[in-house]
């Protein structure tokens, strides 16, 4: 099983609509989690870290489930520019795993 | 916003040279990173380094690779003698504590093309 799984996606959604993306972990010693943003042929930028209370952030909210290593991240009130490849991050102890990331295209 | 930097931001070089990459991270942060993206690939973790030591590092991370911090700023990749599936986005990033804290950041990358 990988360390950090997620579906790669495409998700294809209108503007405006809300949409959850998930992962999933295997690696119990990962001690922090977050969400990052990747655009195209850039570098990964923190979108934001993820806290079993859940944390929100405007339109995006994230929420880690611990007991079932579980990691999901909801935008709602998608924008065009939300466009993008999300990549779930695990960080243990010096060594950060990243999932291969899902796709969302956000479609006028 | 205090930011990675990374040098040079493209790289074509021919397989069996060795080329060295460039980063200076944050300066406060303690813990540097690098990883590698083949194109369409996951980010790929390939070493962690602190306290001017290898941490922790991937089975990429083989004899032709090794990591520097020659002066108080720059965190160097050096890859001795390239290979084609050498090709690839390498991202250099820092970050304040081991496991992440309040996040890693990583620089814009260097392009490396093995020709």
């Known amino acids: 099983r990988k360390e950090v799984e997620q579906d790669p996606g495409p998700f294809n959604v209108p503007e405006g609509a809300t949409v959850a993306f998930n992962c999933t972990y295997s690696?119990?010693?990962?001690?922090?989690f977050f969400w990052y943003r990747q655009d195209c042929r850039k570098e990964p930028k923190l979108l934001m870290s993820v806290y079993s209370s859940g944390n929100e952030d405007g339109r995006f909210t994230a929420q880690l489930n611990r007991a079932s290593q579980y990691i999901s991240l909801l935008i709602r009130d998608s924008k065009l520019s939300d466009s993008a490849t999300y990549l779930c991050?695990?960080?243990?102890?010096?060594?950060?795993?990243f999932g291969i990331g899902t796709k969302l295209q956000v479609i006028p | 916003e205090p930011e990675v930097t990374q040098t040079p931001s493209h790289q074509v070089t021919q397989m069996g040279q060795e080329v060295i990459l460039r980063c200076v991270p944050i300066?406060?942060?303690?813990?540097f990173y690098w990883y590698r993206q083949i194109l369409g690939q996951k980010v790929e973790f390939l070493v962690s380094?602190?306290?001017?030591?290898?941490?922790?590092k991937s089975e990429i991370f083989d004899d032709q690779f090794s990591v520097e911090r020659p002066d108080g700023s720059n965190f160097t990749l050096k890859i001795r003698s390239t290979k084609l599936e050498d090709s690839a986005m390498y991202f250099c990033?820092?970050?304040?504590?081991?496991?992440?804290?309040?996040?890693?950041?990583f620089g814009s990358g260097t392009r490396l093309t093995v020709v």
């Open positions: 690696n119990s010693a990962s001690q922090s």
């Open positions: 990033a820092s970050s304040a504590f081991s496991t992440g804290g309040d996040g890693y950041t």
């Open positions: 380094f602190y306290n001017n030591e290898i941490s922790e």
């Open positions: 991050v695990g960080g243990g102890y010096q060594k950060v795993t």
């Open positions: 300066s406060n942060h303690l813990y």
